[in-house]
């Protein structure tokens, strides 16, 4: 597989943590203390009570909005949740779905992951789709068995255009927020991986430019040699996310490994 090195993306997933003046506060360190980002992309993804207010921080700069989940209906009687078009229409660009946490704790099937994408690219957003194998199943050898029905039930009936606005993460269950981050090789293998699986459903082209993001316990002590691996392409930042310092870190660190390569 060729192609150029893509551009890099960087996402801060704030998980259930803040409080509107707290998310206002970080999302002005990050926004202050980011470097120059060039071809970088940076998301921001605050809990859906900060967006706007996190929107309004970020309106005029390079940095993008996204949130941590939706509902696949547009409108309705589905008390407590949230759509696409709200979310597009608050100023998000992109929206996280089936994050290990949502499939664990909240019964998200791939189905759901289904539905929930469709709907994101209906309304314009840019979902970013979380896959990852458990403990159990890397223990067991059948992580890339895992990833394959993740992606195929996932993505079921997607078209090579509508990759273009996907986003990829693969975030192993067993290193989400436990410290133990997967070794640059252990990502790169199931991150080739999905780049091939991709390149057998659409083509070489769409592969090449797709972005494959890892997400677990990336710090910037691990996120340089993570980012110089050739199929990981940024990071999705659970817990260092809510440190400006460390966030910055992460998107300086990996701007530093992109700018070795171009
Ligand atoms: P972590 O979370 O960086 O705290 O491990 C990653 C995530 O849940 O996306």
């Not at 693969?170 to 989400?176: D, F, S």
Request: glycine share 12%; net charge neutral.
């Amino acid at each position: 597989m060729s192609g150029a090195r893509r551009s890099p993306v960087v996402a801060g997933n704030w998980k259930m943590h803040l409080t509107r003046p707290e998310a206002r506060a970080l999302a002005e360190r990050v926004v202050a203390a980011l470097p120059a980002l060039g071809t970088c992309r940076v998301v921001l993804i605050p809990p859906f009570t900060a967006l706007a207010e996190v929107g309004r921080i970020l309106a005029g700069t390079e940095v993008r909005l996204g949130a941590q989940n939706l509902f696949w209906e547009d409108k309705g009687a589905f008390t407590g949740e949230v759509s696409a078009p709200m979310l597009k229409e608050t100023g998000c660009a992109h929206v996280l779905i089936g994050h290990s946490e949502r499939r664990r704790l909240f019964g998200e099937t791939d189905e759901v992951v289904n539905r929930k994408v469709r709907a994101a690219l209906s309304a314009g957003l840019s979902p970013i789709v979380c896959i990852g194998e458990t403990l159990e199943e890397r223990e067991g050898g059948r992580t890339t068995e895992r990833i394959d029905a993740q992606l195929a039930a996932g993505l079921r009936g997607l078209s090579g255009g509508d990759m273009e606005s996907i986003i990829l993460a693969y975030e192993p269950v067993w290193a989400i927020g436990t410290g133990k981050t997967a070794s640059p090789a252990q990502a790169e293998e199931v991150h080739a991986h999905i780049r091939r699986r991709l390149e057998g459903n659409y083509g070489n082209d769409r592969a090449s430019c797709a972005i494959i993001l890892y997400g677990g316990s990336v710090k910037p002590a691990n996120s340089y040699p993570l980012f110089k691996e050739k199929n990981i392409d940024g990071f999705l930042v659970g817990g260092a996310s809510l440190e400006a310092d460390a966030f910055v870190g992460i998107v300086g660190e990996a701007l530093r490994a992109d700018r070795e390569e171009t």
